[in-house]
């Protein structure tokens, strides 16, 4: 009777332990496919991901086209991509904002670097991008500008947001003289600037966008810029301006 007792008490442990080990690998499993989603939801959609720069970073504005007066004591470098949802999100609900309060009063000059890190978004997002340029080649920085905010107006975004016939219209629609822009973008005048933007965003540890460094502006046209990752909200950015103002 005794044996027998201790023989079911064995089965029971045996039993008891086959469960936990089994609810184990399960609940394993769920993880890494819930943690398996989440990274390609983040990879999908172009929303940068923790391992970018902390900032201050070194960063350069090149050559690109400037938002706001030369003089501004800050400057802030926008890494983005003209096809992503999270860089629209940015320009609806955020760069108004900082427009009116910053860019606007002298505080701040706005500095766009072309970043297009999701191959569905080309090649839409690449002649996007090559657009605005010719259209800043054509009349200045201020065409870029405008350029810059039709587009993101009008794009839907994800690589399908905007047909490519509508660039000449856009061209049209804010006076650029429309023969000289389509053999602009027809030649890839700009294909290689836009790809060394993204080349260059890849030596600061941008993996995605919309991507920001905020810092004091220079002579050289080098900040020390403070990172701001992802389609964050006013007042992230708020903050982090109003700190650089004040010292």
Avoid at 67 to 76: I, K, Q, R, V
Avoid at 99 to 123: C, M, Q, S, W
Avoid at 157 to 175: T, V
């Amino acid at each position: 009777m005794e044996n027998q007792t201790q023989t079911q008490g064995s089965a029971m442990i045996k039993w008891i332990c086959l469960t936990i080990i089994a609810l184990a690998v399960i609940t394993s499993g769920t993880i890494l496919y819930t943690n398996s989603k989440k990274e390609s939801v983040v990879i999908n959609n172009n929303q940068p991901t923790n391992n970018q720069p902390s900032g201050p970073v070194k960063v350069s504005v090149d050559d690109d086209a400037v938002l706001g007066d030369s003089n501004a004591p800050l400057t802030m470098i926008e890494f983005s991509d003209y096809e992503c949802p999270f860089c629209k999100r940015h320009f609806t609900d955020v760069y108004p904002k900082i427009k009116k309060d910053y860019i606007e009063t002298g505080k701040l000059k706005l500095v766009y670097r072309d970043f297009i890190a999701v191959p569905r978004h080309n090649p839409l997002a690449t002649f996007e991008a090559m657009a605005a340029q010719c259209a800043k080649d054509q009349t200045g920085d201020g065409a870029y500008y405008k350029f810059h905010d039709q587009i993101f107006t009008k794009t839907t975004s994800n690589g399908n947001g905007l047909d490519q016939s509508e660039l000449p219209i856009i061209a049209k629609n804010i006076g650029l003289n429309v023969g000289t822009f389509v053999q602009c973008l027809d030649s890839n005048k700009f294909k290689d600037e836009v790809e060394k933007d993204i080349a260059y965003g890849s030596t600061l540890g941008i993996n995605g966008t919309p991507s920001f460094f905020v810092g004091k502006s220079s002579n050289d046209g080098v900040i020390m810029g403070t990172s701001i990752v992802g389609a964050q909200s006013y007042s992230a950015f708020k903050i982090i301006i109003d700190q650089l103002l004040t010292k």
